[in-house]
């Protein structure tokens, strides 16, 4: 069967911006630059050993009708919300949090100095979820598996499937792929996604050159590639380096999208709806 090859459709570069209560961050989705790839509503990496860029963390805050993944890759953050769930992220540990029809939640360092570096992700959900009951996922590093290939390569399957084995996190809703890969210099990395999903990879260490032949494009660290259609995604690292990244897919909803802040909706009415209810203690 012939396989169609992603290439980059554009590369993307993060803005420096602040959320919740001054935590510095790098908005890579849900910026000027790109507003959103559908389902991907916003893609967020905050990296700093600074204890002030951080330690004031994200105080209770509401969310509707959209789903975040939290990936931690260093440090400590203690999550709670108003439905009496709490949970510790640590390095290499996910939260998959569905909010559907609302809920109010807290995500607050653990520490006071050292590392703290993770990624959020924001995946909207349709238009038939958005009402639906909201539920963690929780994830420890442990229950991550990961597949350590003869050239080296290392896949971390958070979701979707490789190499026959499945990641820790089922989302039926976008059928979502959600990879941590690292190679090393001079290898490359293979894999199928399905044509009709929305893909991009992410670099956060070293170089990579996604897609094959003369239209391959090199991604630096920090940069974001939007990957055209196809069925075939084909990554390489750079001779010199290491390279580390996400690759993140997920089938499209193709639906109206109205957003207020944390609330994402279909219809202005409804986001009218969610700031009462909100405002009215009925999240």
Do not use: C
């Amino acid at each position: 069967m012939d396989q169609t090859v992603r290439q980059v459709d554009r590369l993307v570069s993060g803005m420096p911006t602040n959320d919740g209560a001054g935590v510095r961050l790098t908005r890579i989705i849900g910026q000027p630059g790109l507003s959103e790839l559908d389902p991907f509503l916003l893609l967020d990496e905050f990296r700093s050993d600074v204890a002030g860029d951080y330690i004031a963390g994200f105080p209770d805050h509401p969310h509707r009708g959209f789903e975040t993944v939290t990936y931690m890759l260093a440090g400590r953050m203690r999550h709670g919300d108003n439905q009496g769930n709490t949970g510790l992220l640590r390095p290499g540990s996910v939260q998959w949090m569905t909010a559907g029809r609302g809920i109010v939640h807290s995500e607050m360092p653990e520490q006071e100095d050292g590392l703290m570096w993770g990624f959020q992700l924001w995946i909207n959900l349709p238009a038939r979820d958005k009402m639906t009951e909201p539920r963690y996922q929780d994830v420890d590093p442990d229950a991550i598996r990961t597949i350590q290939r003869p050239d080296g390569s290392r896949i971390k399957i958070i979701a979707g499937r490789v190499d026959g084995i499945d990641g820790a996190v089922r989302s039926a809703a976008t059928d979502p792929t959600y990879l941590d890969i690292g190679l090393p210099p001079g290898s490359a990395f293979r894999h199928g996604v399905p044509s009709d999903h929305a893909a991009f990879i992410y670099v956060f260490e070293g170089d990579a050159r996604a897609g094959e032949g003369e239209a391959a494009t090199q991604i630096k660290r920090g940069d974001l590639a939007v990957l055209s259609p196809g069925d075939t995604v084909v990554i390489a690292a750079e001779s010199v380096s290491a390279t580390r990244l996400l690759l993140v897919a997920a089938k499209p909803l193709e639906e109206s999208i109205v957003r207020h802040g944390p609330f994402v909706m279909n219809t202005e009415a409804e986001i009218h709806q969610a700031i009462e209810d909100y405002r009215a203690g009925r999240f």
